[in-house]
C-alpha cells in the first residue's frame, strides 16, 4: 500500500510539473540552513545503516534562490537514495557552496556507481538499473527532482565511477539571476 501510494503521489507530482500547475515559492533562503535541515532528518536512518553523514556547509548568510521546501525535497531525495545504495562503514557527502552566483550542492556516496550507459538514463521516467529490484522505488524519484530543478532555474546532474560511488549535484541561481 505504502508503494502504491507513493507511486500514485509521485505520478501526480509529475503531473503538476508537466502542466504548469506547481505553485513554486520562489524566493531567497539559507542554502546552508535548508541542506543542515535534511540532513538532521536524516541522522538516525545513516547511523542505523552505519554510513557517516559529512556535511560542509557555506556561511548561512549566502542565498539561494528558489523554493526552499522543493530543494529540501530535492535534496532529500538524493540524500535518501544514496543512503540506499552506500554500504555500511562509508561516507555520504553533502557540500554546499556557491560558484559566483550560482548555489551549488552536491550529494556524494561510496556505493557501487553507475556504469555510463545507466548514467544516460537515470533521469527518464520509471527507468531502474538492473540488479536494484530488491530496492525499494518507483524510478519516478530523480526525474521529479530534475524537474523540480529546472522548474526553479537550475540544474541537477550526476557523474559516477563503477566502484567508486556517485554525486549528483544541484545547482540553483543565487540571489541575483544567472
Known amino acids: 500500500v505504502t ?8 505520478l501526480l507530482e509529475l503531473s ?10 520562489s524566493r531567497s533562503f539559507s ?12 541522522d538516525a536512518i545513516a547511523m542505523d545503516r552505519g554510513i557517516a ?7 548561512r548568510l549566502q542565498a539561494a534562490t528558489g523554493d526552499r521546501r522543493r530543494v529540501e525535497q ?3 531525495n538524493l540524500a535518501a537514495n544514496a543512503l540506499k545504495f552506500s554500504p ?3 561516507t555520504i557527502g553533502l557540500t554546499g557552496w556557491f560558484d559566483g552566483s550560482v548555489a551549488l550542492v552536491a550529494i556524494r556516496d561510496e ?19 538492473a540488479g536494484h529490484d530488491r530496492i525499494t522505488g518507483t524510478g519516478l524519484g530523480l526525474p521529479i527532482a530534475r524537474d523540480l530543478a529546472r522548474s526553479m532555474g537550475g540544474e541537477l546532474a550526476a557523474a559516477s565511477v563503477p566502484g567508486s ?14
Not at 508503494?3 to 509521485?10: Q, R
Request: proline residues 7%.
Open 3 to 10: 508503494t502504491i501510494a507513493d507511486l500514485v503521489g509521485d
Open 16 to 25: 503538476r510539473l508537466e502542466s504548469g500547475a506547481l505553485a513554486l515559492a
Open 31 to 42: 542554502l546552508a540552513d535548508a541542506v543542515r535541515h535534511v540532513a538532521d532528518g536524516l
Open 53 to 59: 553523514l559529512d556535511v560542509s556547509l557555506p556561511p
Open 74 to 76: 530535492i535534496v532529500t
Open 88 to 90: 555500511a562503514g562509508s
Open 111 to 129: 556505493g557501487g556507481g553507475i556504469d555510463a550507459e545507466d548514467r544516460a538514463r537515470i533521469f527518464e521516467r520509471f527507468y531502474r538499473m
Open 165 to 178: 560511488g556517485s554525486t549528483f549535484v544541484l545547482a540553483l541561481p543565487g540571489p541575483t539571476p544567472v
